[in-house]
């Protein structure tokens, strides 16, 4: 082995992390360097030892080799924070990819002058499966402006107006055009203050409500404390349907915790962040409680860590960014909702904060508590394992059966001439409602809605014969598979029923809101989408219309199934349950139940029994049947089965290889090169082949799967292609690593 070199760095903060000194690697400490590791490097002119921590190896000197210094020795670590997030970061680096920088910019927070006159954001409304099959649509279409947008809401979900303007140059016709296409919403800068301030001392005297817990919920407070108290934390799921007091549980560990001088954080997915759920944490633990969101400003950001490294707050709650809340001595993470799927970062390194907690944990000696009312098929594979400690809470504490669900199965509706977008029992149970003054609630699914073909008549999906995901069309009249690259000519008729209505479901929620008011002239109904809550506070003036029974029916699209409670609702309907089941990835099934699970459960949360009918070209497809039964162990038995024979996540391990190039035959040829390495190593690999959109703004996408049992070994193929990048660098094309994907691209 020849000279060896690090690139130092000796101060740790987020501005200055691209400042770094490069050092000789002495041969005694040859190939026992990694990033990440803290050294002792002379410094200066009085060359004082200091220490100071490896970003990079390399093998070129970049300087004058005679005056570089060499690092004098590995230094012990200490307890302090930045130890633990340097630590931190190297995982990160090691386990998902990119650099050392790239792994440090995501756990440190960002330091940045604030201007606080920022008026009007952009947000996406759509989540990105969506997003992506509108890109690919308006790229067909050949409207420049309206992908540009939407591909840079891809990259960022929240875009400031006047970038929209000067920088990608798209007029407000076309934001506006999307906001009726529930794409996006305009909102203005008030809705993203810290709710916890919005508090107010009122609030606060209202007083803490706490309950006296229930048998089982003080059996997993008893268990979790006593793990933590001999000094063997560990990982929980707690599987309860919503209303099961989960929160209660986490409040009463986070007491405990605190009580013990430590600190907790608590995971929320944003959307499932109302300010009820706050403003309980708000009464439980005062002003020691903050809040970190996207909605925050770097400024603000900053200063909640801030507060949380000089021993202000006990408590954060935020999305997953809130993992990296620089606190002393952390107690108890809690991951809510853990099956959705913002706990995956889409921009390098593309981390699962499941993941990543498990690590935060063991470098603070911290447990895990996980919950949701349908586990992710990860968690419940561990936890039947017993990786993970399951409890199971089956009560609803505030009353309130579990509906009755009809499955309508929409193929006979067509066949006995029911062209309408309801089914003869929907409307029967509807007008039975309108009738009672009771409230509806009507559910689009729209989650991977283009793209997919199917048969009308017959409901038949056309699938790759190779990999059991549909096929997704593109523009030239072909259909194509994501994963292996079949690809074949979208057929006339159905190859199932010989029906020539071989379409997707295209309906909206304004077109939905049209036939329902043609149905029951005068009926009151709300819609909500881009369009309706495009203006500050209209989401939130939506749903208390609803609430205050201002409205019959309300119509939506996911935005509806989440987090809000609408005791008046006795009645759900489901448009077209299978919608999601179509999209191009092996986790379609698990969303459709978590969705269905979802929107069924939101009737009969009061004192009247509800009924849900789930609309469905599949009745007999077990995610729609389970999700009919509400029961997550037949259904997870089923998914897991299918994930065991097809060899994915968690059965098995996929690492998806992403190249994006200006050129395509560049990107072709890195993709095969690459993917050849791997296979030469052993690695079973499927591809590479186009993405789902093969090009977004002049890039070339292209993508190959290296699948295998043991996340190891998926993690040397990638040490290995990054190795072989870096040197012989491939001029005008970018690889990216996505382990375990959750939207596959
Ligand atoms: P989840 O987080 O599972 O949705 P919550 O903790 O929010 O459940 O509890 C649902 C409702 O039940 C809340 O209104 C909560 O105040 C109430 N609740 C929770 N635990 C108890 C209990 N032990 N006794 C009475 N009410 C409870
Ligand atoms: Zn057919
Ligand atoms: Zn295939």
Not at 329 to 348: A, P, Q, R
Not at 617 to 622: I, T
Not at 716 to 723: A, F, G, I, T, V
Request: aromatic share 8%; net charge neutral; with cysteine.
């Amino acid at each position: 082995m020849g000279e060896q070199y690090a690139d130092i760095i000796v101060d740790i903060a987020h501005e200055k992390l691209d400042k770094t000194f490069q050092y000789r690697v002495p041969e005694s400490l040859r190939g026992r360097l990694e990033p990440g590791m803290c050294v002792q490097i002379p410094f200066g002119n009085g060359n004082r030892l200091i220490k100071g921590y490896v970003m990079e190896l390399g093998e070129k000197c970049k300087f004058d080799p005679a005056r570089t210094k060499e690092i004098a020795g590995i230094a012990g670590r200490d307890t302090d924070v930045t130890d633990k997030m340097m630590e931190l970061a190297a995982w990160m680096r090691k386990n998902y990819g990119g650099t050392m920088i790239q792994a440090l910019k995501t756990v440190l927070p960002a330091k940045r002058s604030v201007k606080k006159l920022e008026r009007r954001f952009v947000e996406a409304l759509a989540d990105r499966e969506e997003l992506t099959s509108l890109l690919g649509e308006s790229m067909r279409k050949k409207q420049p402006a309206k992908a540009r947008l939407l591909a840079a809401l891809l990259e960022q979900k929240t875009i400031p107006y006047e970038w929209i303007t000067s920088k990608l140059n798209v007029s407000a016709a076309t934001v506006n055009s999307l906001a009726k296409a529930e794409a996006l919403r305009v909102v203005s800068t008030e809705r993203f203050r810290n709710p916890v301030k919005c508090g107010g001392e009122a609030d606060r005297r209202a007083g803490d409500d706490r309950k006296a817990l229930s048998r089982d919920q003080q059996k997993i407070v008893d268990e979790v404390m006593r793990d933590l108290d001999r000094g063997t934390p560990g990982t929980y799921l707690i599987h309860g349907i919503t209303g099961s007091g989960k929160t209660e549980v986490y409040m009463e560990l986070i007491a405990g915790v605190v009580a013990r001088g430590r600190q907790a954080i608590v995971l929320i997915p944003e959307i499932a962040l109302t300010y009820q759920t706050l403003l309980r944490f708000y009464r439980r633990f005062g002003e020691r409680v903050s809040v970190l969101n996207s909605a925050l400003s770097p400024g603000e950001k900053y200063d909640q860590c801030e507060r949380a490294k000089a021993g202000e707050i006990d408590v954060i709650i935020g999305p997953r960014s809130a993992l990296f809340t620089p606190f002393p001595n952390i107690g108890l993470i809690v991951m809510d909702e853990e099956h959705e799927g913002s706990y995956k970062s889409e921009s390098t390194p593309k981390y699962h904060a499941r993941e990543t907690a498990l690590k935060v944990a063991e470098l603070h000696g911290a447990g895990v508590v996980l919950g949701s009312a349908t586990p992710s098929l990860e968690a419940y594979y561990r936890a039947k394992k017993g990786e993970y400690r399951l409890f199971t809470l089956k009560e609803r504490l505030t009353g309130g059966v579990l509906p009755t669900v009809y499955t309508v199965d929409l193929r006979e509706e067509l066949k006995r001439g029911n062209r309408s977008i309801f089914s003869e029992k929907l409307q029967e149970l509807l007008a039975d409602r309108l009738e009672r003054g009771q409230q509806s609630m009507l559910f689009l699914n729209r989650r991977g809605y283009a793209g997919f073909v199917s048969c009308r008549a017959c409901g038949a999906v056309m699938k790759c014969p190779h990999c059991d995901v549909s096929l997704s069309e593109h523009g030239n009249g072909l259909l194509m598979c994501h994963y292996c690259g079949h690809s074949e000519p979208r057929p006339k008729l159905c190859p199932q029923c010989g029906s020539k209505y071989i379409l997707g479901f295209k309906a909206g929620t304004q077109q939905i809101e049209e036939k329902l008011k043609e149905l029951f002239p005068g009926v009151r109904a709300l819609r909500m989408d881009g369009d309706t809550t495009r203006t500050k506070d209209s989401y939130g003036k939506i749903l208390a219309a609803f609430a205050n029974e201002e409205a019959d029916v309300l119509i939506g699209t996911q935005m509806i199934v989440k987090g809000h409670d609408f005791p008046k609702v006795t009645l759900v309907g489901i448009l077209a349950a299978d919608l999601s089941l179509s999209a191009a990835d092996y986790r379609a099934g698990e969303r459709t139940f978590q969705l269905l699970t979802q929107a069924v459960g939101r009737a009969g949360r009061g004192t009247e029994p509800g009924e849900a009918v789930i609309q469905t070209y599949q009745p007999q497809h077990y995610a729609v049947v389970q999700a009919a039964r509400q029961d997550y162990e037949d259904f997870y038995q089923e998914e897991i089965l299918y994930r065991e024979l097809g060899g994915y996540p968690p059965a098995s391990h996929l690492l998806a290889v992403q190249i994006f190039a200006k050129e395509e035959s560049a990107g072709d040829a890195l993709a095969r090169r690459l993917a050849d390495i791997v296979r030469g190593d052993g690695a079973a690999v499927l591809g590479p082949a186009a993405a789902s959109i093969g090009k977004i703004n002049d890039v070339y996408r292209f993508v190959f799967y290296v699948k295998n049992d043991d996340r190891k070994k998926l993690i040397q193929y990638k040490d290995r292609l990054e190795e072989t990048l870096e040197e012989a660098p491939f001029a005008g094309a970018q690889v990216q690593f996505d382990f375990d994907p959750v939207n596959c691209m």
